[in-house]
């Protein structure tokens, strides 16, 4: 498989993230697949980027859950926002998100789409096997995100209503307040969540029927989706 899409001895892999076991399964997995590859490693985004710069790798393998510098927290939102930086620097490089948190990808879909390198998605439930062909994928740049809405598609999300739910849900912060940060009237904030909602799903209707206010129903929601951690 590997023989197909680049010849491994010049073949050089970066692998991010965070946890050492899971980094040092993954590769050895690729070690066996690529003998003559140079695998490179990082386990925070900084060193990514370093990495990525200095190597000018084929193919990043990267988990999204990870810390920003040595000794900070690991969040997904981080590995997100690594991968966004990756595609706009360099918009040819091959990546495969090996993660749990798959779904929040949609978060960045449109960027995804509009990349020109392979991209795929591996889940970390999937088998060695399963896994190594997404790496495959990539490194002949085929796209390949079906894990990232589990068989339903068509949700679109604009930056500023994640805003409103980052600032929401993440701050605590009401409309008002919302607004100001945004720099946008209270009335456009209430569109957004309007928006939102209605992408969501989620509807005035089923706070009656549910018990549930519908802002924590939205919150749910979306974090069900992946929009938010």
């Known amino acids: 498989m590997s023989q197909n899409s680049l010849e491994s001895v010049n073949l050089k892999i970066l692998v991010v993230d965070d946890h050492e076991i899971v980094l040092g399964g993954t590769i050895d997995l690729l070690k066996r697949e690529y003998p003559q590859a140079e695998i490179l490693t990082a386990q925070t985004v900084e060193s990514a980027l370093k990495q990525v710069d200095d190597a000018q790798p084929n193919l990043v393998v990267l988990d ?89 598609v068509g949700l679109e999300v604009k930056p500023d209503w ?25 009335r456009t904030v ?16 089923d706070d009656k029927k549910d018990g549930k206010n519908i802002r924590i129903q939205t919150e749910i929601q979306a974090r069900a989706e992946g929009l938010i951690d």
């Open 64 to 152: 999204l859950s990870l810390p920003e510098k040595p000794g900070e927290s690991a969040q997904t939102e981080t590995g997100v926002q690594l991968l966004k930086t990756l595609m706009k620097k360099y918009p040819t490089l091959n990546l495969t998100v090996q993660s749990t948190y798959v779904k929040a990808l949609v978060r960045i879909k449109p960027e995804i789409d509009n990349h020109k390198g392979g991209f795929t998605v591996a889940d970390k439930s999937l088998s060695s096997k399963e896994m190594l062909t997404r790496v495959d994928w990539a490194l002949k740049a085929i796209t390949h995100t079906k894990d990232i809405r589990q068989g339903r």
């Open 162 to 186: 994640l805003t409103v739910l980052k600032l929401a849900f993440y701050e605590g912060l009401q409309d008002r307040s919302i607004a100001q940060r945004m720099q946008v009237s209270e």
């Open 190 to 205: 209430r569109h957004y969540w309007t928006k939102i909602q209605d992408v969501l799903g989620v509807y005035p209707e």
